[in-house]
């Protein structure tokens, strides 16, 4: 019984201690005298000798890459940073407490380092974490999630195979290393896996890994700088469904074109055509690049270079044609001198046929005249009748041969004609020289657009 007893006063002896500690965080906050109205901690750098400097850690991890805009260089990222630093006038013991060994408070009520970005453009477009915490040891982290609107220099040389780093560095706006220390809290390796863990979306872009690098000051008035560069490398693949294969395409149309007759206008239409496409993919280009590259870009050379080669073609063919047309017109003016000279021969071929004709009918038809009336009149003119008949048939016989001749001129005539036509389907000088050229500038094209773009695509896998 006398057991019972002193377990009971034991029990109601813990309970009156419980009572009396303080199980709160406004008892913590009230013990540190942490208040609105108290403005001890957030006018000065927690020190308690200001020759000792503050030490800040910053830890930063890459959450999504937004969006990278080339034409006005600017990297957009997501990222979270962290920063803990030592306040000297925070400390308490947990074990009068119940134990509470962190407390989060508003982010006012605490002084903050000062630290900025220098590629940073505009304000963070997140809100501020609106608490801070600290430990019972003074230790003092402030977690935050950002997204910046950073500069950031375009190696865009090899675009869409480029590999783009970006910087993000962090120091104090005002404090020099007297006052504030910098330093990063984790190594690149450590930075690099815990952003591919945490990464939400990557853009157009495959993050390849975050490098820290620590500057520090040499000099009393200098500055702690931590740079954190973030290495990307572009998704290639749209752009060269989108661009590059259709430029090669056009390519492929253009060699193809050179099955087109160049008797015709479709030849340099189609050509013309082509151009004219690879001009707006020229103008997409020139959209998306920007203009401040020290180096023309790859793609730039590859457009200007199948433009040029494209270019020389059209040339070409206006040559041939030109060519071939010079030949038609060499070969109409021969035609029409021919068919002149054919005229005025044909003219005067029948104008004698015709005039023989007459003569031959007017002998004719005195002839017989004569012999009718020889026959019924003059019987004992018989001889001399005999004679004169002879005489006009062997004059009839002459000009049977003569219109036997030009008959036969007019045959050789219409032959030349003949011959003349059919010659003219067969290429002459101009046309010979048109083919020739077409052959040798095609083996030429061929060979230059093979060279092109072994070169360039070598350049871009280098």
């Not at 803990?84 to 982010?107: A, H, M, R």
């Not at 402030?142 to 590999?163: A, G, W």
């Not at 809290?185 to 815990?194: F, G, K, L, P, V």
């Not at 003219?347 to 031959?360: A, G, P």
Request: hydrophobic share 40%; net charge negative; with cysteine.
């Amino acid at each position: 019984m006398m057991f019972i007893q002193i377990l009971f006063l034991l029990f109601l002896s813990d309970e009156a201690y419980s009572e009396k500690m303080l199980c709160s965080y406004q008892d913590v906050l009230n013990y540190l005298n942490l208040t609105r109205n108290n403005e001890l901690y957030t006018m000065t750098r927690p020190v308690k000798n200001y020759r000792h400097p503050t030490d800040v850690s910053l830890e930063v991890l890459l959450y999504a890459i937004l969006d990278v805009v080339e034409k006005d260089q600017k990297f957009i990222p997501y990222v979270w940073t962290v920063t803990k630093w030592q306040n000297e006038y925070i400390s308490w013991n947990p074990n009068q407490f119940c134990g509470i060994d962190n407390v989060s408070l508003p982010t006012e009520m605490l002084w903050k380092p000062d630290l900025t970005i220098e590629e940073m453009t505009e304000r963070d477009r997140a809100p501020p974490s609106p608490y801070i915490t600290i430990n019972y040891k003074g230790d003092v982290e402030v977690q935050n999630d950002q997204v910046l609107v950073s500069t950031c220099r375009m190696h865009i040389y090899q675009f869409p195979f480029d590999i783009q780093r970006c910087n993000l560095t962090f120091k104090s706006a005002v404090h020099t290393i007297k006052d504030l220390r910098l330093h990063p809290s984790d190594n690149s390796s450590e930075a690099t896996e815990w952003s591919r863990d945490l990464m939400r979306t990557q853009y157009e872009w495959l993050f390849i890994n975050m490098t820290i690098n620590s500057i520090n000051a040499s000099d009393s008035f200098g500055q702690d700088f931590v740079v954190y560069t973030i290495t990307m490398k572009r998704k290639p693949i749209l752009y060269i469904v989108n661009f590059l294969l259709p430029v090669l395409f056009f390519l492929c149309l253009d060699l193809s074109s050179f099955l087109i007759s160049d008797s015709g206008g479709e030849k340099l239409s189609f050509k013309v055509t082509v151009l004219l496409a690879i001009t707006v993919l020229q103008l997409i280009l020139n959209e998306i690049l920007p203009s401040s590259s020290n180096r023309i870009p790859l793609i730039a050379v590859y457009c200007i270079g199948i433009f040029a080669l494209m270019l020389f073609s059209l040339l070409e063919t206006i040559l041939v044609m030109y060519l071939i047309e010079k030949d038609l017109a060499s070969k109409r003016s021969q035609r029409d001198r021919n068919l002149r000279e054919d005229g005025n021969r044909k003219s005067n071929n029948f104008n004698n046929c015709h005039r023989d004709l007459v003569e031959l009918h007017g002998w004719t038809q005195s002839g017989c005249v004569y012999e009718l009336s020889s026959v019924e009149t003059q019987f004992e003119l018989l001889p001399e009748a005999k004679e004169e008949c002879s005489n006009k048939v062997a004059e009839e016989y002459l000009v049977l041969e003569r219109l036997s001749d030009e008959l036969k001129e007019i045959q050789r005539a219409l032959s030349l004609l003949l011959r003349s036509r059919m010659e003219e389907d067969e290429p002459g000088f101009w046309a010979k020289m048109a083919e020739k050229i077409n052959r040798v500038f095609l083996i030429i094209y061929v060979s230059v657009v093979c060279l092109f773009l072994v070169l360039v695509f070598s350049n871009w896998n280098n």
